[in-house]
């Protein structure tokens, strides 16, 4: 043990008293503006649009909300921001907001890193009708003093950990071998994340989704919610069930920095670094004990950080999804080598089917799919008794351990219709790839998918690029020649399965694999196939299978090559990886647009991808704010919409049930009380899928609508944690009594 | 001619090679056009001028602009004493096009030649001098500068940079004292190429004097800067005492600032960049690095500083030298970032405003960090038994490939005509508006005299390295 110095602890004290005055911040009172100015358009006032600006305010650096009191004709066509003409761009941070018919207020947030003299509120009218802003009210708010005490923190453990290293290093000393793999992993995380380094966001196909999934969880998390099971702010407010069919486990990381008061490119930007990082990390962890060789481990990890797949799936789809899935497929493949091959632990399997399972299900299909051949192919050893066990209980404790997530998914899948149920006749084959893409090396920031229409004229970088595809022919060279210098039998038998799962991902990939005949097979067929919606995600097995490959053919190198060989080996590889790999992240970052969202409604709500987790039947370009609407003569009195839910008071004058249709997205758990006595009222949807309640006759009271998930989801819950708890117990346990 | 004849026999495979780079990094001008820049206008236009008052005023002053925006090129008062050489083939009858390219034909070998001298200097190796001016010579931002922004005062400036960073380091970090004429002749040619560099470079002299304050602080190295300092203002007091009379006026000084300054500061990726793709955006805060100007030294360089620095951490191998020279390097990067709130100084009071104007932008410390990065390179190659000269050449030598090919085929061109077209911007020769403009140039002419009497007759013997 290193023990801490006296520097150790006037570093800890400057720490402390950093805390304690930004603490004491958060106690201070929050300043509140107020400006009545009144801005009127109207079509007769502004025929072609118009621009009008409040009178010009101060204000110190902080955040702020600045709330709206208006009255608008149009929705989302009206919009306001702030402005300084003074201020450098990156010291005001917001992106304004729009503004909708059915509200007569509504907020947005601002970062201010400058004292600033010229603020003053824009307002944007395009028609149709009158917009008037009856003015505006300014609160301060805690984002900022969030942020500081969050970097404080951040910036004390990486002091404290940098002052623990070096001692260490003094006292005890790391090996050169270790020294080499950290200044390798300090690089390679550096170009896994290259593009995060910019002080913004590049544009990508499902950015705006994953986005919306953050605010999601932040939205939850603010109003006390937890799990998040559906995002309260998304479509206008109607809310989107996206949590449930969509694992969101890992995105809690994004809301929670949201939470303490990032704005939405800075949380974007840190969560991606630290992914980056995990992946790097969580990669070399893998290989370099697959590969048993701690450099064979780091040149697979640089591969795999930096392959064209997985720049390809971050930096430009941003395809969240399938970047966790990129994530934790090396920890998976170390699981199954580590049952299969060593008769290891089946601790790393289950850590990464579970996180896989609840980050993204289309990727644990194929890992499923190729668990199946595996288990096929070496039937013999999955079938020994103590493999078996530890595949099963791999198999059992992910289920337990995502059965929080996957009870209220089976529950809706087999409940409810969703969109997503009725895809199966979507097909993929045509989607696939060409040949041609396997070999290509110097791929560009193309942005063309469908192959079948343009060819491969400006195609995407969906392929391996020319290393990986460098690290096959050499072993296949290897295989052809019998050469297995430098690997054990098993790591022999090992390469040659990574080899052949690599090559039957890459042609599962292609155009040319008879999807289309698979998917006409059955119904359970078509619903797996239509959901891999394109072929191209094959080649994440493919890369994660070549990369470790990559590892092995390293150590054959190392043992079997001269100096002077090994030398032009690595030349070569290393200007494959320049060329094909690296290349390909700086066109990334030549071509692709900058974004800066700052605040949520700078984005809008409205964005959902394939629409896929909407009852199907909904048309959610009806999802606009209004107030609650009757089918009939309702009263309705102190409305007041709340996260996933509302209040209202209401006396129905008929004889009759009247129906009541609030903006909320009906999905099974929304219910209605009347507040008083606690009675629940019939809740259901109307056609366009609102949340809608009968009110009887003659009733009069205040209702309150809520979703309330159902008790077993809740129970699952419960098994999950009590799983969590007795997995890390007996991981605990088990390590205890290795160590011993 | 002996001594030129034994000099040229030790030296003749660097020779060609630096003279093959310079021939390489001219390839865009072997073609029938003149690919367009920022500032081509403005360099054609001078040109032009000085060529037109090349006989009738001495010394030759261009005036600024009488229509003033800010930014490039737009001068209150730049020296372009080496105008004086395209001027002359323009006033001999040569057209725009052939002058401009055979300018930077000119300028492409002079740069070869006084990098290779400089470097050899600061490396006192060979090999290592060979490759530095090489990549020096392939620099991408270099590059850029000459055929991105068109910009022959910032070409001129690359030509002599080299030799203001050998003076500092010389007398900061290889803390010999015989330095102050080759400083005086470093700034003052840089002073007179381009005072946007020269204040870059000034601002790395004083950071080198600070780094070494504790060794340096002692008479020899105080004398050596008094004599330095006193040298410099006579050599130039032709120019920079009108300058700084011009500077008092609000007025002028005002359109050079640029508005929103961070905007056009760099980030710090941009030094790691392997491919220069050729885009030509100074403000990056737009668009991101989409089309982001070249400012990076090449990924050879930092990929030769990378190893050192992992050297450094894995083998604890340092040495003093390259890590005075990196963190000199290192902080001129910082500064020329966007992580430095530049913001904060603008628009504060007329000291600030004159740092800034002086500037330009932050982005322009690049260069010398890019310098300093090419030098430290050239020191590990010197001190490496593992990385050889020819290794770095042939990365840079993709890299260069690459930049270029980019450049010829996405960027615009214009053709003779055409290019005389470009040039009908307004500047014009000023003549001395006072009497102290001429005891400013009585200064300098009996500064300049007395600096070739002692050239003549006691100058030093020269700065050998035979290894």
Redesign the interface.
Known sequence: MVKAGRKFYLFLGIEGLLVLLVLVSFFLPHRTYEYGTEIYFSETTAPSGGIMESEHFALNPGSYRITVDYSSDADMTNTCDIYSGKLDARCLATNGMQFFQGLQEDHFDMWLYRKADDLRLVTEYHGPGEFTVRGFRIVETNACRGMALFMILVISLLVDAGYFYVAYDRKKGFSREDKIVQAGLLITIFYAAYPLFGDYILSGGDLVYHLQRVEGIKDCLLHGIFPARISPEWQQGYGYASPIFYGETILYLAGVLRVIGFDVTAAFRIFMFVISTATVLLAYYSFSRILKDRYAGLVSCFLYATSVYRIYKVYYCESWGEMLGILLLPLILYGFYRIFAQNGSYVPLTVGLALLVQSHLLTGEMVGLFTIITCVVFWKKTFEISRFLKLAKAAVGAVLLSAWFLVPFADYMLTGNFVIQNVSARTIQYRGLLPAHLFLTFFRNGNNVFIDETGMYRTSAMGIGGVLMFVLFCFLYMWFFGRKEGLSETEWTASKVMAVYAVLAMVMSLAMFPWDRIQSSGQIAATLVSSIQFPNRFLTIANVMLCALAGMVVKHAAASLTKKQLAGFAVIAVILTAVSNLYLLEDEMERDDAIRVHNDEGMGTGYISGAEYLPYGADPALFMPHDPKADGDLFTDQYEKKTLGAWVYVENREQREVALAFPLLYYKGYQAYDRETGQKLPTLSDENFEVTVNIPPQFSGNIEVKFVPPVYWHAAELVSLLTLIVFLWSSLRSRRKAQA | MERIRESYRKNRIQFYMIVAAAVFVSLPLCTDFVNTGRDLAASLAKIRAVGAGLFHVFPLRLGPLPKTTYGYSLSVFSADVFYLFPGLLYRLGLGLQSVYKITLVCANLLTAFIAYRAFWGITEERDAAMASTVLYVWCPCRIYSIYGAGNLNEVFAWSVLPVAVWGSIRLFVQKKRDTAVLLTVGYTLLLLAWPVYFFGAAGMFVLFFLLTLRDNLTKQTLAVIVKFALAFIGVNAWYLIPMMLRMRDAGAVAPLLTE?I??YAV???QY????A?G?DRVNV????????EAVDPGIVVIAAV?FYL?SV???RQREKAIDRILIVAGILMVLSS?LVPW??L??KNMLFSIVLAMLQTPAKLAVPADVLLISAMGLVLSRSGRLRGWMVCLGGFLTVQFQIGRLLTIRGFLRGEQLDELSQVGYHVIEAESLFWRAAEGLSAVTVIGFLVYWCFFRHRGYEYEK
């Open positions: 929103h961070r905007e980030y710090l990726t790691v960049k392997i491919f793709f885009g805060w737009e668009r991101g690095l989409t089309a982001a990378t992992c951490f894995v083998d966007n913001d904060m603008q628009n």
